[in-house]
Each structure stands twice: as C-alpha cells, then as structure tokens.
T-cell receptor, first 115, second 115 residues
Framework: NAGVTQTPKFQVLKTGQSMTLQCAQD?????MYWYRQDPGMGLRLIYYSASEGTTDKGEVPNGYNVSRLNKREFSLRLESAAPSQTSVYFCASINPEGGFNEKLFFGSGTQLSVL | AQSVTQLGSHVSVSEGALVLLRCNYSSSVPPYLFWYVQYPNQGLQLLLKYTSAATLVKGINGFEAEFKKSETSFHLTKPSAHMSDAAEYFCAVSLSNFGNEKLTFGTGTRLTIIP
C-alpha cells in the first residue's frame, strides 16, 4: 500500500518554463488536495478536488492549474513558472464522507526551485 | 472565517522536559482542530484531532492537547521530551462540514530538543 505518491521529488526550473507535478493515491479516496509550504507561512491550499471531475480553488490558486485525471490522479501544472513559486508542494487525499475517523494522507513532497 | 494562530515559530526544550506548543483558534462555530507533525523531508502526519467528543485529546507518541473554549486554545503538550520529537508541528482547523478535510494550517512551530 503506497499511499500518496508524488513525482518528481526535486525539480529546478528556469523562469517561464512549464511543468506538471504528478500525484497518485491508491486508497480509493474521493478528495485530493495540493498545498504549498513556505517558511514561516505553513501550508496553504492551492487547489482541491472533492471528487473525480471536479476542482475548486483554494487560498493561493494564481499561476496554477489542476487536472483530476481520474479518481487516483490529481496533477498540478505551472504554465509559466515564476521565482515566487519556489516552494515545497504536497499532495494529500481523504475520504471525507467516512467521518471523523478519516484523516488526510500526505505525500512526501516535491521541492521546486524556480531560478 | 476560521483560522489558527501558532505562538512561537521556534521552541527549544531539554530532553526530559515538558513540551508545550501553543495554538489559538478563531471560529464562529465549534471547530474541528488538529495537530500534525512533519519530520525532515517528509509529509505531514496526524498527531491528534479534536471533534468535540472530549476536551482532552490523546494522540500518538505521548502527545495530548486540551481544547479550552474560554481561551479559544488547543495547546499541544508532552510531559517528557524525547530526542525523536524534534520536528515541525502544525495546528490546523477544518473548514469542511465533515470536519476532516479542507484544512487551514497555522504557520508551524519548529521544536528543537536539547540533549
């Protein structure tokens, strides 16, 4: 049981380049999330997907797009990377309908540097 | 809007001493509150959560937190610090009707254990 898998683990981009961060979960979860983590700012929600085929903006969506490809996969795309997008990105998933015993499972993160 | 504030971005305690990490919440309705831990180069793991069943919540690794409505606080404690407790700790509040997703995180507290 791999849980939440993110690829790549590290990436260096030049300003203006594009890339897609991949996330896959094997727990049959309905909801998936993308967060970014910056020093002194905690984790901030970029986008989330409550179910396959739906996506919604979080707190900091500008400069990003997402795709919920199927129930397992939720990708995050940077169309034109900017230095302000240098961060650590985390994907997470959960079945919220399961109630209070359910919890968010996090991937191990993608460290992105934009030069 | 619901939010959490963590007091102290860095806390240092001696091995064997009491650990106290502070979190205050702002919510117009009874909140669902969480503490997560992040070890270096890893994703976040759930330590414990408050869902109104009991004001004193026990979590993993000997941690516990007490919900105090009068003080709007949910501070995390551990009676005796261990070297393995060195990590970053995040308080979070759920914005979801299910009480377990759409988390808003605090800015984090880095805990250092002094041998």
């Amino acid at each position: 049981n791999a849980g939440v898998t993110q690829t790549p683990k590290f990436q260096v981009l030049k300003t203006g380049q594009s890339m897609t961060l991949q996330c896959a979960q094997d727990m049959n979860h309905n909801s998936m999330y993308w967060y970014r983590q910056d020093p002194g700012m905690g984790l901030r929600l970029i986008y989330y997907s409550a179910s396959e085929g739906t996506t919604d903006k979080g707190e900091v969506p500008n400069g990003y797009n997402v795709s919920r490809l199927n129930k397992r996969e939720f990708s995050l795309r940077l169309e034109s990377a900017a230095p302000s997008q240098t961060s650590v990105y985390f994907c997470a998933s959960i079945n919220p309908e399961g109630g209070f015993n359910e919890k968010l499972f996090f991937g191990s993160g993608t460290q992105l540097s934009v030069l | 809007a619901q939010s959490v504030t963590q007091l102290g971005s860095h806390v240092s305690v001696s091995e064997g001493a009491l650990v106290l990490l502070r979190c205050n919440y702002s919510s117009s309705v009874p909140p669902y509150l969480f503490w997560y831990v992040q070890y270096p180069n890893q994703g976040l793991q759930l330590l414990l959560k408050y869902t109104s069943a009991a004001t004193l919540v026990k979590g993993i690794n000997g941690f516990e937190a007490e919900f105090k409505k009068s003080e709007t606080s949910f501070h995390l404690t551990k009676p005796s610090a261990h070297m393995s407790d060195a990590a970053e700790y995040f308080c979070a509040v759920s914005l979801s009707n299910f009480g377990n997703e759409k988390l808003t995180f605090g800015t984090g507290t880095r805990l250092t254990i002094i041998p």
